[in-house]
């Protein structure tokens, strides 16, 4: 199903599943749809569950000319600049709370304040969602991890077996109403401010630019995409998304193994 043509002026994407292949790339003929609608003057950016850290290396790989939504609207900052243009904050004693429940039970933990991302230590193997990205780095802060508890935009529970949903319920169990988790993909949540998605990251930016919805295009396949693809007034959503994404389309791409995105943008906006 495809929707009318409309005067798109900002497109969001996410990243995992939607912009990225199954290889964590973007892929030749994306990068040039990117390319050709920045060159029509349209603002382009990622919105994106990761960390600014971990989002920017694909956003100078396409020449972004938009600030960056990253920590699932929790910041928009400019890939290469020192500062934020819009930031939204954990209560520190929520994240001292998290950060001790996660150490009492033996859980990986690791959070974000501004460009660093922090850990007790770092290993690889919480991190293959990142193979991809070049000179990504952990702050590891030892047993000093409630030094670490200021300006906190967002931290993530991972396990690689299977159980981060029970994770993620006894934490709500211990720390009712303190915070917001989405985007569970199996071995990682991400646990942010109530009230933060990526659609509270993006009405930022359009407001920004004096946009309204009609005019921008968001692309996402998960659930941390769903606030974002029902606020806008185009919502592309790839074959390979799921079910409660696919319910929001008002264009059903291709899959992002076979350059839905790249599709979508050569159709709707080129």
């Known amino acids: 199903m495809t929707t009318d043509r409309k005067d798109i ?4 994407l996410d990243l995992d599943g939607t912009l990225l292949n199954s290889e964590k790339l973007i892929s030749p003929r994306t990068m040039a749809a990117l390319r050709a609608a920045m060159a029509k003057g349209v603002h382009v950016t990622i919105a994106t569950g990761r960390m600014l850290a971990g989002a920017a290396m694909f956003g100078r790989q396409f020449g972004a000319n938009t600030p960056l939504i990253c920590c699932n609207g929790g910041v928009v900052q400019g890939m290469d600049d020192e500062t934020s243009i819009f930031e939204r904050h954990m209560a520190p004693e929520t994240v001292r709370g998290i950060l001790s429940f996660c150490h009492e039970h033996g859980w990986y933990v690791n959070w974000c304040i501004g ?3 922090c850990a007790e230590y770092y290993a690889p193997k919480w991190y293959f969602a990142y193979r991809t990205v070049q000179d990504f780095h952990v702050k590891e802060v030892g047993d000093r991890y409630l030094d670490y508890t200021e300006n906190v935009i967002q931290c993530v529970v991972r396990d690689l077996d299977g159980k981060v949903e029970p994770m993620v319920k006894a934490l709500k169990a ?3 109403g303190q915070f917001h988790a989405q985007q569970n993909t199996g071995t990682s949540s991400d646990l942010t401010p109530v009230g933060v998605t990526k659609a509270l990251g993006l009405e930022f930016l359009m407001k920004h630019y004096g946009l309204t919805p009609e005019n921008v295009m968001a ?4 659930d941390n995409d769903l606030p974002m693809l029902e606020f806008v007034g185009t919502a592309v959503v790839p074959a390979n998304a799921l079910p409660t994404a696919q319910s929001l389309a008002t264009y059903h791409a291709d899959t992002n193994d076979n350059d839905g995105i790249a599709k979508a943008i050569e159709e709707l906006v080129l």
């Open 9 to 12: 002026r900002l497109i969001a």
């Open 115 to 117: 460009r660093e991302v």
């Open 174 to 176: 211990a720390f009712p």
């Open 219 to 222: 692309c996402g396949d998960g």
